[in-house]
């Protein structure tokens, strides 16, 4: 199993809908997780971090953690065009306290 | 934008040169984290400076590379340089005691030819 696993998409969402966005991870001791988006060209953006089982929300983004499972997943309520970007999951790995990236989700709104 | 500097923008070598490349933390950051990220890929973790001290090393070989200065900043050297070796080449900033959110830079794109 790899590290980090997330389905590489794309992902269309029609304008206005609920994107799903989705991350599993292998280290069952992980402590700390992060979404960020990237743009065609540029460097990853932190979109928001979550350390505890359960939702956390900022605007338009809600992350839902759940250890258990070894899952991490980001929604994107109303989305817009401008989210149309690729979606990266990153795990601190608690074995090195070491961040380690998903390949990311290529995600696409369409207007 | 996130306070973290990288240069050059852009850099094209040689097969067989050198490179160093360049990053400047956000400003009360401690740690620096090098990252490469080929086309179509995550980032991956190359190494991680704290308070000048190499903390740790991800998968890649002795010919990669680093410095952090007192002021924090840092740089990235890769020896013999190869094909493969052209990407994306991130540096993430971050306070380590307090927090393990990283922040980055607008990266180095490194094309070997």
């Known amino acids: 199993q790899k590290e980090v696993e997330q389905n590489s998409g794309p992902l269309s969402v029609p304008e206005g809908a609920i994107a799903s966005l989705n991350c599993t991870y292998s280290d069952r001791v992980s402590q700390s997780f992060f979404w960020y988006r990237q743009y065609s060209g540029k460097s990853p953006e932190l979109i928001m971090s979550?350390?505890?089982?359960g939702d956390k929300e900022d605007g338009r983004f809600t992350a839902q953690l759940n250890k258990a499972s070894q899952y991490v997943s980001l929604l994107i309520r109303d989305s817009q065009p401008s989210d149309s970007a690729t979606y990266l999951c990153a795990v601190n790995m608690a074995r090195d306290d070491k961040i380690i990236f998903g390949k990311g989700t290529r995600l696409h709104i369409l207007p | 934008e996130t306070g973290v500097t990288q240069s050059p923008t852009h850099l094209i070598k040689t097969r067989g040169q050198q490179v160093t490349l360049r990053c400047s933390s956000q400003?009360?950051?401690?740690?620096v984290s090098w990252y490469q990220q080929a086309l179509g890929q995550g980032p991956q973790f190359i190494f991680q400076?704290?308070?000048?001290?190499?903390?740790g090393r991800g998968n890649f070989p002795p010919r990669f590379s680093g410095l952090q200065f007192p002021n924090y900043s840092s740089e990235l050297n890769v020896n013999a340089l190869e094909l493969d070796d052209s990407a994306l080449y991130l540096c993430?900033?971050?306070?380590?005691?307090?927090?393990?959110?990283?922040?980055f830079g607008p990266g180095t794109r490194l094309t070997v030819l």
């Open positions: 993430a900033s971050s306070l380590l005691v307090e927090t393990d959110t990283q922040y």
């Open positions: 400076y704290y308070r000048e001290e190499e903390n």
């Open positions: 400003s009360g950051h401690n740690t």
């Open positions: 979550i350390y505890s089982n």
